[in-house]
T-cell receptor
């Protein structure tokens, strides 16, 4: 049972480059999320999705885009990378956020922009 | 959005000690969760506890929703308990719009 899978695990980007972080879950969860974690800080929500075809902005969406064409996949696109986007990115999924349903996180993607 | 504050920011204990971690939040919520991030960065959900008390082995949590705080208790600490403990609540208090996290308590258990 793979759970939530993120790729790549590590990436170095040059300023102005673009890339996509991939996220796939095999638990048939409706809800999926992208977070970023800066050193010594908690996680901040970038975007979330409550089902295929539905996405919405979180706390820190600027500089990012997402899509949700299937239940399983929720890629995060970085356009025109900036040093401020150096962070660890976590994808997560759950059946529902409330009602005690567990939220499962991927192992994280370490991104450095130079 | 709702503000989440955790204390203490850092805690160093000897193996076998007990500890209490606190989470304060600024508005009413219908969902509160505790997470453990191990030294390798992996995030594990510990408790879903919008109110009341729950226990799981050496860990227990209590949320007093009316007073807007939650406590995580760790008894008989082991070195594997080391890591960062996060408290998280819904970004806008309820619904499916994701969780907002505190800055965490960094716990180090020394053998």
């Amino acid at each position: 049972n793979a759970g939530v899978t993120q790729t790549p695990k590590f990436r170095i980007l040059k300023i102005g480059q673009s890339m996509t972080l991939q996220c796939t879950q095999d638990m048939n969860h409706n809800y999926m999320y992208w977070y970023r974690q800066d050193p010594g800080m908690g996680l901040k929500l970038i975007y979330y999705s409550v089902g295929a075809g539905i996405t919405d902005k979180g706390e820190v969406p600027n500089g990012y885009n997402v899509s949700r064409s299937t239940t399983e996949d929720f890629p995060l696109r970085l356009e025109l990378a900036a040093p401020s986007q150096t962070s660890v990115y976590f994808c997560a999924s759950s059946f529902r956020q409330g009602s005690g349903n567990t939220i499962y996180f991927g192992e994280g993607s370490w991104l450095t922009v130079v | 959005g709702i503000q989440v504050e955790q204390s203490p920011p850092d805690l160093i204990l000897q193996e076998g000690a007990n500890s209490t971690l606190r989470c304060n939040f600024s508005d009413s919520v219908n969902n509160l969760q505790w997470f453990h991030q191990n030294p390798w960065g992996q995030l594990i959900n510990l408790f879903y506890i919008p109110s009341g008390t729950k226990q799981n082995g050496r860990l227990s949590a209590t949320t007093v929703a009316t007073e807007r705080y939650s406590l995580l208790y760790i008894s008989s600490s082991q070195t594997t308990d080391s890591g960062v403990y996060f408290c998280a609540v819904p970004v806008r208090g309820g619904g499916a719009d994701g969780l907002t996290f505190g800055k965490g308590t960094h716990l180090i258990i020394q053998p």
